[in-house]
């Protein structure tokens, strides 16, 4: 299941399995948003993306669904392997000319075989 | 398509010395820049967005004299910390947005400083 505390929020499953990893965005007048994985000691990696005028959308074995009324974000990973597992973070787009992005907590997603 | 890279990877320094870290977008020209710092099991905190040939924005409570950015070109930012301290030790990562009204950013593989 998924816990939520002090450290970073934690999911574990079982391999084949399906994760959902949510997030909870601030600012309702965001346009974008992006999954990203991260693996210990590395960058972040792309993983899918959604513009706000979209409520899902679809990639190889992930989707993304955006509920912009909630302001709520998840990412659903189908037959999840040991190789999903890592720390996932939302982040969004709040605008500007910048198009600086900021970035949630993340979670911890372990998958075990 | 779209590879960021960073140098070095890990690097070692003696309290009050400057480190350089240098980010790359190797296939792409990436008119934005941004740097990040990481603490262990936290998020990314944006330090500063970089555009080429201009000065660098900082966000609020970071020491532009202590992290001196410089975008020379549309392939190259470099982040310099400056008489560093324990404290500055940390995972540095930086990003390249790919082009005009692009909102994805391609991350290096960070750079780990240890200052002593």
């Known amino acids: 299941g998924e816990s939520v505390g002090l450290h970073l929020p934690t999911l574990s499953v079982q391999e084949g399995d399906n994760s959902i990893i949510n997030c909870a965005y601030s600012?309702?007048?965001?346009?974008?948003f992006i999954w990203y994985k991260q693996e210990s000691g590395k960058g972040p990696q792309f993983i899918i993306d959604?513009?706000?005028?979209?409520d899902k959308r679809q990639g190889q074995r992930v989707t993304v669904l955006l509920n912009k009324t909630v302001k709520h974000l998840s990412l659903q990973i189908a037959a999840t392997q040991p190789g999903d597992s890592a720390v996932y973070f939302c982040?969004?787009?709040?605008?500007?000319?910048?198009?600086?992005?900021?970035f949630g907590k993340g979670t911890l997603l372990t998958v075990n075989p | 398509g779209a590879v960021v890279s960073q140098h070095p990877s890990r690097v070692i320094c003696k309290s009050g010395t400057s480190v350089k870290i240098e980010c790359r977008s190797l296939?792409?020209?990436?008119?934005?820049m941004f740097w990040y710092r990481q603490f262990p099991k936290k998020s990314l905190m944006l330090m500063a967005t970089?555009?080429?040939?201009?000065?660098?924005?900082?966000e609020q409570g970071v020491e532009k004299d202590k992290f001196l950015i410089n975008h020379a070109s549309l392939t190259l930012s470099t982040l310099t910390v400056t008489s560093a301290h324990p404290e500055d030790s940390s995972f540095y990562i930086c990003?390249?947005?790919?082009?005009?009204?692009?909102?994805?950013?391609?991350f290096g593989p960070g750079t780990r400083l240890t200052v002593t």
């Open positions: 990003s390249a947005r790919v082009g005009t009204g692009a909102y994805e950013q391609y």
């Open positions: 600012n309702s007048a965001s346009d974008y």
């Open positions: 959604i513009r706000s005028n979209m």
């Open positions: 982040a969004e787009n709040s605008g500007g000319s910048n198009y600086k992005l900021t």
């Open positions: 296939d792409f020209q990436a008119t934005t």
């Open positions: 970089s555009n080429e040939g201009s000065k660098a924005t900082y």
